[in-house]
């Protein structure tokens, strides 16, 4: 049985360039690129150019069509992602998709329903979840969830600086889907529900933070700058969420706290405080792979050993209707700039 999945990649745009393409050619025993699919073509020829790799296809049907292809890699925006979907387990290839995986958790659920059908290996990357920080943590809460006492509450923060773009990627609500709060809310509410179990959520409140819309010949905006958003989980344990894009902030406010009612931890750095209020940290072990190539491996053993995903199509579904309910149930507060 051949060990070499044959990759091609939908969407030229920085996930690819980044972190897919670097990853796939670091797992040279388990991915091989075959080529490249991008609406603009320079897009898709300058990544064939810059790792001498694989070919450039014209349309994303000529990559479908492509029976050397095992598994598609999609890294288009947000709103493309459902129809590429569909369109590529109905050719016979497996999926991996970018986070957020769809918009509309209708969709999602359209999905897994022909998919039962085509029976095909669809997997959203949540690379948070591969993180050694994140692994260390789960087996720390694990063994330790007696001294912890009960969760009270969780506090969470990403303001990240705006994003690099192509084409409106990010700042278009019709491409991206929204601003921060589904951009950066996809990855810290996907992280709380892996290390949680996707706990049942009781009440939403959201606000969203908006300034004028701009729409310029290269330049649209049309999405939040900042968002809260306010939940209760079941057990009244809270959830305080704070994002947003800067634009002159030099490093990422991105962390989450987690409060017991005998310890308080936070990720990703790992300090806890004890019962005794102690400071303390937990020792993160050395990996030799970095969190996008353990996701990659991952889905690697989904195919080839049969594996069961470590985030699964009903947890990716908690994650979209929630930031879908959270838009859906939001108040809106104009600002300036």
């Known amino acids: 049985m051949r060990n070499i999945l044959n990759i091609g990649i939908i969407g030229c745009g920085k996930h690819a360039d980044n972190f897919h393409i670097p990853s796939f050619l670091r797992l040279k025993n388990k991915y091989r690129i075959i080529g490249f699919y991008d609406l603009n073509i320079n897009r898709a020829n300058y990544l064939k150019k810059k790792y001498k790799v694989g070919n450039v296809y014209s349309s994303l049907n000529s990559l479908l069509k492509d029976k050397l292809i ?69 087996k720390f809460l694990k063994n330790k969830e007696k001294k912890l006492g009960r969760l009270l509450g969780i506090k969470a923060k990403a303001h990240v600086n705006f994003p690099k773009q192509i084409n409106n990627s990010f700042t278009d609500k019709s491409i991206s889907g929204g601003g921060p709060l589904i951009d950066q809310g996809s990855h810290i509410i996907g992280l ?36 809260r958003l306010k939940l209760i989980f079941e057990n009244k344990i809270y959830f305080e969420f704070d994002t947003s894009y800067l634009k002159k902030k030099k490093k990422n406010d991105f962390n989450i706290n987690f409060l017991f009612d005998k310890f308080s931890i ?16 937990i020792k993160i072990t050395k990996n030799k792979f970095l969190a996008s190539d353990k996701q990659f491996i991952h889905f690697h053993n989904i195919i080839k050993k049969n594996h069961k995903p470590l985030v699964s199509l009903s947890n990716i579904l908690y994650i979209v209707k929630l930031i879908e309910d959270s838009y859906k149930l939001s108040k809106v507060i104009k600002i300036n700039e």
Not at 71 to 96: A, E
Not at 98 to 104: D, L, S, W, Y
Not at 105 to 128: D, M, R, V
Not at 266 to 281: A, M, S, V
């Open 70 to 138: 095992d598994v598609v890699d999609i890294c288009s925006p947000p709103t493309f992602h459902y129809n590429q979907i569909l369109k590529s387990i109905k050719k016979d290839k497996h999926v991996m998709v970018e986070k957020p995986m769809v918009i509309k958790s209708l969709n999602l659920k359209k999905i897994i329903k022909k998919n039962k059908s085509y029976k095909k290996n669809i997997f959203c990357l949540q690379q948070q979840n591969f993180r050694n920080e994140t692994e260390v943590l789960k």
């Open 192 to 227: 709380v529900g892996h290390l949680f179990n996707y706990p049942k959520i009781k009440n939403i409140k959201t606000i969203l933070f908006k300034k004028k819309n701009i729409k310029k010949k290269n330049f649209v905006f049309n999405i939040e700058t900042a968002a």
């Open 266 to 281: 936070t990720w990703p750095n790992l300090n806890y405080i004890d019962h005794q209020k102690r400071e303390k940290k």
